[in-house]
């Protein structure tokens, strides 16, 4: 078949087409009708397909760290347990309201046991934050190196928590051999559920 013979074909009356051109007219329909289906309903599919498989992937890797932390469960709850004796006995060094008195006498006795001299004790007011209230006291104490080590030692000692920031150590000028330590001293306080 020529081309001149392909130009002479005659769309009204394709029945007299040769087989040929009946053959390849039927393929690029089928064709047409195949790419035409891909593009209306397959091709959404293969895009499901692939959001499936990326939330299966996703399932998967929540299965298996659910998974590994079932297969631990016990660890973490023996892990929490401790926590909570811990917690639970980090509270108990935090007085209660009617506590702070008597730590605040504690902390001034064992500057006087060190045999230090107060010039200054001064509690302020409570700082709340989350669960704990903090009690800042200024305090200004004279004497030698060496008791405020011990002050300060004594300090740790204590079976409540009390901590020392800003220290500031100078000379006394009236009182050669003597030194003059001011700090602030915190103490804690738990802060319970019924408001304090």
């Given at each position: 078949?020529?081309?001149q ?11 007299d087409?040769?087989g040929?051109?009946k053959?390849?007219?039927?393929v690029v329909l ?6 035409g ?19 299966e992937?996703?399932l998967r ?8 932390k079932?297969a ?6 023996a ?5 909570q ?12 309201r009617?506590?702070?008195a008597?730590?605040l006498?504690?902390?001034s ?8 001299e ?15 209230a ?8 004279v ?6 080590g ?7 000692a204590?079976?409540?928590i009390?901590t ?10 009236n ?7 001011e700090?602030l001293?915190?103490?804690y306080r738990?802060l ?5």
């Open positions: 078949m020529n081309m013979e392909l130009n002479e074909l005659d769309f009204s009356n394709i029945g087409w040769p040929f051109v053959a390849i007219l039927i089928c064709a047409l009708v195949g790419v289906w891909y593009f209306y309903d397959i091709e959404g599919r293969y895009e499901t397909l692939a959001r499936a498989e990326n939330t992937q996703e890797q929540d299965f298996e760290n659910k998974q590994a079932a631990n469960l016990e660890a973490y709850r892990q929490l347990a401790e926590m004796e811990s917690f639970g006995a980090m509270l108990r060094q935090l007085p209660n009617t506590e702070v008597d730590l006498v504690d902390v006795q064992t500057g006087l046991a060190a045999g230090l107060f010039e200054l004790f001064q509690p302020q007011g409570e700082v709340p934050k989350d669960f704990y903090e009690l800042p006291i200024k305090i200004r104490v004497g030698s190196y060496h008791e405020f011990e002050f300060v030692s004594g300090l740790a204590l079976p409540r009390v020392i920031h800003n220290v500031q150590i100078q000379n006394r000028s009182s050669p051999g003597k030194l003059v330590m700090a001293a915190r103490t738990y319970d559920e019924a408001g304090g």
